[in-house]
């Protein structure tokens, strides 16, 4: 296995606040879509580097009335992988996500 790269304390403290301001920007996304502000199409629709790096379980979960059975449920049913990322998926699935939820 590689080494990590040797980082500068400012380059730590520069990735660090990165990576914390996209874990912020998903957690807020889910946030939007658990309530209900904004909707799946709209999420699958976006062109943003947040939804796209959301993983697909992830964002189903977020969903009202969708838990952790039920997402995996349907991504088998679609044929999505578990480790999919909302940039990942075809037009098909997408599509076929919006008709399973109807949403």
């Known amino acids: 296995m590689a080494t990590p790269p040797q980082l500068t304390p400012e380059q ?4 660090l606040a990165k990576a914390a301001e996209a874990r912020t920007a998903r957690a807020e996304l889910k946030n939007r879509l658990k309530l209900g502000s904004m909707s799946l199409a709209e999420a699958l629709a976006s062109t943003d ?3 796209g790096k959301l993983k697909v379980v992830s964002m189903l ?9 039920k997402a995996r449920k349907i ?8 480790n999919r990322r909302v940039q990942g998926l075809g037009t098909q699935q997408k599509a076929s ?6 949403k």
Request: charged share 25%.
């Open 49 to 51: 580097s947040t939804v």
């Open 97 to 102: 996500l919006l008709d399973q939820l109807g």
């Open 75 to 82: 991504m088998e049913e679609i044929g999505i992988a578990d």
């Open 61 to 69: 979960e977020s969903l009202p009335g969708v838990g952790k059975v």
């Open 12 to 15: 730590r403290t520069a990735a």
